[in-house]
């Protein structure tokens, strides 16, 4: 793998994100820096040889994702103008990870693969309703929302699907990065420290900007199969395909397919209200992981087109099929159709489609020109299976049991002019300069489910979208960079960087800045720190999405902030998230091939986009009803409540985050590279506003998810060995405690406040989640040049978190927190690969 830089990447040096193409110069900012071998000092990478994917001068290929004697350290695009960047050169702190290291993990999920690698990642155990279906990250504890995701430097479209579930990810829709097939991933980089100024809305924790495959030519395949071995279920199966071809001296074609399919792993539980049916315990499936199965394709070309001129793009696409049990209905729910009971099963049919095209001319008017345009667009039907409206059979004598509840969809179309110069101010200071604008179309769009899904109380498991619930909407953003990247002596380098963006629905303008330094004192010790603000507008999901979701005797009801029911529960309109962050670090090589950084920083955000308190009862039920929906029978008003999203208050996110890693080759026992990443993580509320009736968005428990519901902290110890036709990798990863605020559910017995302690929204069960080590292990061996093959284990010893007290179990079938982001319950999974080359 790659870890700052040290390089185990694929057969060939990665191609740059965003296709650099300048001429190698004096001022291109190359310096003497911590760490770069004596090699790397007099034999640099041009950007043009690393923008066509050509093998650098001097670099050797890789064997099964692990370093060969002589590769050279990685160049990084992230976070930087400047062209010949090393990660280890970086102003600020980035990881570079291999495709071959993402592969190493055993994870078919992306998502999955990354929280694996980077201990400043992390993600839910499991989404609840519709977020079960998508797979984004969290970085440094804050939302997906606040982490921005690039596909070789262009921005990639969010999901159309929004957390609507209680937890810390409600209100959230990131990128769903498993859209985009692995086999098709050079290698990602991850810049942790805000970058708002350089790429504009959502760069708050930090950039994942994934590289995709360019001039890796031959042919390239992987089967992997694997279960989880002490449940007997979960299987899951991945088959990945690739191949590419070079042409006419500069130009690529290459394309990639992906198929994967997962089983339900369903962890034990004990439904309390199965005995009264003499049913079996395990009969309520409702925290079982998803059945999935999905395809994607991904296509890169390029080439030259004239003189100075090069044409690039690429293609992905996907096609995703889900379905998600939720909690079983007892026969006495509807006994004349289901006598015995049914678990209705959300389902998900989504198409998700992106393509890049652009033209990089060097030399015009002095400067090196990018123009480019992306669009991407992610399509989901909702519906509901084995499932039946209840007051709609009462009053009919008939119900469907399969409904369309909704389809949704979120696109977004980019266009860009980036220019880049290099130049000396007074032939002495080495200086690049980079500006650019950017137009970006936001459109979003809800289409309503069948009537029989929201009419008269709806479908159980997930009321349709009602047509007051339904629209479409749309924005256009605007927005203007410059960046100045200055060497003001051969050991210090200084940048500057702002950008102004306007939204058109309300959200306004936004300036933001950014100014980082480094210094290095010799090629032993360096330091460096950054500045900026920087801001995450309001999705166009957060400002119009509204729904209700029916349980058998429980109704919550989320409604957009400028409804006439948002309005009644106190939503305003809203604001956008500003940000002011502030990181320094030191980066150490104390011998050849040891590398160490250290980084302390702090995340000050104002006004975050959350949901407000709940209101419960007849209030809740009226809010519901100024929507227009109408609640099943069965609905006890008591256990009704509704939110809004708003602008909830102030959070200040503090941390440090610790790297280490050495290579140590010998003769006789091989190549070993041990690791050693920590990231501490602290996040405190510090305003808590109130909405327009007075009162305070967050109470105890929603306070939890957004502060204390992240691990404190996390450390991965990883070690690979290389010797010969064998190859290991051991990983031990420990996840700190959790915190998490619980409802009181339906098995809690006593009162709170002289009303009963179930379903209270003023008295919570604080719960623990302790700390736990996970221990990884995969051995290779290749028995011919063109095979390798490897068995693994991830969480090897099945390590799962605390089981939760049964007054917060909702009828005894969700024994795990699954509010908290920390270890999964899914336990143990073994599995086995095949890989071919050719």
């Known amino acids: ?65 692990v370093e060969a004697d002589g590769a050279g350290e990685a160049i990084i695009v992230t976070g930087t103008h400047a062209s010949n960047r090393r990660a280890y050169d970086s102003v600020s702190p980035i990881s570079v990870i291999s495709a071959a290291a993402l592969q190493h993990t055993g994870q078919v999920n992306l998502a999955d693969a ?123 199966t991945q088959v990945n395909l690739g191949g590419g071809i070079t042409f006419g001296g500069s130009g690529y074609f290459r394309i990639d397919g992906q198929y994967m399919h997962t089983d339900h792993m369903e962890p034990r539980t004990y439904d309390v209200g199965s005995t009264k049916y003499n049913f079996p315990s395990d009969i309520n499936h409702i925290n079982s992981t998803p059945e999935e199965t999905r395809g994607s394709i991904g296509i890169s070309f390029g080439g ?9 793009g690429s293609v992905t696409y996907a096609h995703r099929h889900d379905e998600q049990f939720q909690n079983y209905r007892y026969p006495n729910s509807l006994p004349a159709l289901y006598p015995n009971g049914y678990s209705p099963i959300e389902t998900n049919d989504e198409n998700d489609f992106n393509a890049s095209l652009g033209i990089k001319v ?52 980019t266009n860009n002019i980036d220019l880049r110069r290099n130049f000396k101010i007074g032939n002495v200071v080495p200086m690049t300069l980079a500006m650019g604008a950017e137009q970006r179309l936001d459109m979003y769009q809800l289409w309503a489910g069948e009537p029989a899904s929201y009419e008269t109380g709806g479908a159980q498991g997930y009321s349709g979208l009602m047509p007051s619930n339904a629209g479409k909407w749309d924005r256009d953003i605007w927005a203007a960079y410059i960046d100045g990247d200055f060497h003001l002596t051969p050991k210090w380098e200084l940048d500057f960087a702002g950008r102004f963006e306007h939204y058109t629905d309300g959200t306004g303008n936004n300036e933001t800045g950014k100014v980082s330094t480094r210094y290095n004192f010799n090629r032993r010790i360096a330091i460096r720190g950054t500045i900026s603000n920087g801001f995450e507008a309001p999705t166009l999901l957060q400002e119009h999405f509204s729904s209700t979701n029916v349980g058998p005797t429980s109704a919550t009801g989320l409604l957009s902030p400028t409804s006439a029911g948002g309005e009644y529960l106190g939503g305003q309109h809203l604001k956008a998230e500003r940000s002011t962050s502030v990181e320094g670090g030191v980066i150490l090589e104390p011998i050849d091939r040891f590398h160490i950084s250290a980084d302390v920083y702090q995340i000050d955000i104002r006004d975050r986009i959350y949901v407000g308190s709940s209101t419960y009862g007849e209030d809740a039920v009226k809010a519901i009803g100024l929507s227009g929906a109408s609640l099943a029978s069965t609905v006890l008003a008591s256990n009704v409540s509704a939110v809004t999203f708003a602008n909830v208050g102030t959070t200040r996110t503090q941390g440090l985050d610790i790297r280490a890693d050495y290579v140590w080759r010998s003769p006789r026992f091989g190549t070993f590279r041990p690791l050693l990443a920590l990231s501490l993580n602290r996040t405190r509320l510090r305003h808590n506003n109130t909405d327009q009736n007075g009162n305070p968005y967050l109470n105890q428990q929603t306070t939890s998810f957004l502060t204390t519901a992240s691990p404190r902290s996390k450390i991965i110890l990883e070690l690979n060995w290389n ?116």
């Open 1 to 65: 793998m790659i870890w700052q830089g040290v390089a185990h990447a694929d057969d060939t040096i990665p191609a740059t994100g965003q296709g650099t193409r300048a001429k190698s110069s004096q001022a291109s900012g190359q310096r003497t820096g911590v760490g770069r071998s004596q090699s790397a000092r007099t034999t640099l990478h041009t950007s043009s040889n690393l923008a066509s994917g050509r093998q650098a001068s001097g670099a050797k290929g890789r064997t099964n994702g």
């Open 114 to 236: 990354l929280v694996r690698m980077d201990p400043s990642i992390t993600a839910e155990q499991v989404g609840k309703g519709g977020a079960s279906l998508v797979s984004s990250i969290r970085m440094r504890g804050l939302s997906p929302n606040e982490v921005l995701v690039l596909v070789d430097g262009k921005r990639r479209h969010n999901s159309a699907t929004i957390s609507i579930s209680t937890g810390t990810e409600k209100g959230s829709s990131g990128v769903d990065l498993n859209m985009i097939p692995a086999s098709a991933i050079d290698h990602i980089e991850i810049l942790r420290d805000g970058a708002a100024a350089m790429y504009g809305s959502d760069a708050i924790a930090g950039v994942v900007n994934i590289v995709l495959k360019k001039r890796v030519t031959g042919f390239q395949g992987s089967v992997q199969t694997g279960a989880n071995a002490y449940n007997g279920d979960g299987w899951q």
């Open 304 to 312: 030259d087109l004239a003189t100075n001129v090069h044409g690039y």
């Open 362 to 413: 060097d030399d015009l008017l002095g400067f090196n020109w990018d123009f480019s345009t992306t669009y991407g667009e992610d399509i989901s039907r909702i519906d509901t299976i084995n499932t039946a409206n209840i007051d709609l059979y009462e009053l009919t004598g008939s119900t469907p049991t399969h409904m369309n509840d909704t389809q949704y969809s979120f696109s977004q179309w």
């Open 723 to 838: 010797l010969g036709k064998w190859d290991a990798t051991v990983r031990q990863t420990r996840y700190g405690q959790t915190t998490t605020m619980m409802t009181y559910e339906d098995q809690a017995v006593g009162t709170c406040n002289g009303q009963a302690l179930s379903f209270s929204n003023s008295c919570w069960l604080q719960f623990h989640n302790t700390p736990a080590w996970l221990t990884d292990l995969e051995i290779g061996y290749r028995p011919t040049e063109m095979i390798h093959v490897a068995v693994g284990a991830n969480d090897i010893f099945n390590v799962r978190p605390r089981k939760v007290p049964l007054s917060v179990n909702y009828r005894g079938a969700s024994p795990y927190d699954l509010n908290s982001s920390g270890i999964s319950y899914t336990g143990g999974y073994y599995y086995a690969r095949v890989d071919v080359k050719m």
